[in-house]
């Protein structure tokens, strides 16, 4: 991975890296190729700028795009402003997204558009001295030390045919790369209970009945399984199947534990209610009658989160 490099990766380098040589360019390529792209783009008082992660060639930041970002350029800032509270943590978060995605089989690689392609070349240097002044006095400080008038122009948003193209492309593999992974999500996620299920020393009691058993995977990353305890059936309807039953098992207290109607709820502390009116001995089977299976979940989170 290249990032901000000042000299040009060869092909040697690059095949050397397959199949993952990528780099990370503080602009919205194509634009503003080249060293300095963060200086050209406040040059040029534009008010929008990005970052791009891009597969390494034989072309200077001119490789098909893996992924990209953009941000506000506010009206004081300087480059070093605009890098380290932008354009650097946005870098970080592409280059790990686009590696999860290589490690998962997903490969994204949208050929830029030449026509939109500018190069941009080594800022002007200044005296440090007026550098440092310049950056204390804000904007006017800025315009004098880039030289340079500051144009109130916004930039154009309208896509020529071929970046919409490339933009379809890209949401369509994406959307079915999505599809592909959350498929693949419900496969693990049904290992990760069964594994829970399986691992009784691991599982802690919950206020619902219910376990909660936590699994941990590397760098600190977790999975929480939580398997529900019973749940009470909302209604029965009394053309219901098991209505008998239940009404057998409730015997005198019916009236008490369910609510009349059309159709049949359990009162509010039903379980509760159940034991007192029945005791411990009868009310279990109509408890059993009433219950339904409860909700298992599996939520992913960082090791000290979970604690």
Same mark, same amino acid.
């Given at each position: ?7 040009? !990766?060869?092909? $040697? ?73 932008? #354009? !650097?943590?946005?870098?970080?978060? #592409? ?24 190069? !941009? ?23 004098? $030390? ?38 693949? #999500? ?5 290992? $990760? ?36 305890? =019973? ?48 005791? =411990?001995?009868? !009310?279990? =089977? ?22």
């Amino acid at each position: 991975m290249t990032a901000g490099a000042r000299k040009f !990766a060869t092909g $040697l380098t690059a095949d050397c890296a397959a199949p993952c040589a990528l780099g990370y360019h503080p602009s919205l390529l194509p634009r503003h190729r080249g060293r300095s792209a963060i200086d050209w783009a406040i040059r040029f008082g534009e008010r929008i700028t990005g970052g791009t992660v891009y597969w390494l060639n034989d072309v200077v930041d001119g490789g098909p795009v893996a992924a990209s970002d953009s941000c506000h350029i506010r009206r004081d800032d300087t480059p070093l402003e605009l890098w380290v509270r932008d #354009l !650097a943590p946005m870098g970080l978060r #592409l280059l790990r997204r686009v590696l999860r995605e290589v490690d998962a089989g997903v490969i994204i690689a949208v050929d830029q558009d030449k026509e939109l392609a500018h190069r !941009a070349g080594v800022a002007p240097r200044t005296h440090p001295r007026r550098r440092r002044a310049a950056e204390r006095a804000g904007r006017r400080g800025r315009r004098h $030390l880039l030289n340079f008038p500051i144009q109130n122009h916004q930039p154009n948003t309208t896509m020529n045919d071929h970046k919409l193209k490339l933009l379809v492309t890209e949401a369509v593999k994406l959307d079915r790369a999505i599809a592909e992974q959350t498929d693949r #999500l419900k496969v693990l996620k049904t290992q $990760l209970v069964a594994e829970a299920e399986s691992r009784t020393e691991l599982a802690v009691k919950t206020d619902g009945g219910g376990t909660s058993t936590t699994l941990e995977g590397g760098d600190g990353c977790v999975a929480r399984v939580t398997i529900a305890g =019973p749940t009470l059936k909302g209604s029965i309807e009394a053309e219901a199947k098991g209505f008998a039953k239940v009404k057998e098992a409730a015997g005198r207290f019916f009236d008490e534990l369910l609510k009349p109607g059309v159709i049949y709820a359990p009162v509010e502390n039903f379980r509760a209610r159940a034991v007192l009116l029945l005791g =411990p001995k009868e !009310a279990k =089977p109509l408890i059993k009658l009433l219950e339904g299976k409860g909700k298992t979940s599996v939520a992913f989170e960082t090791k000290e989160a979970a604690t």
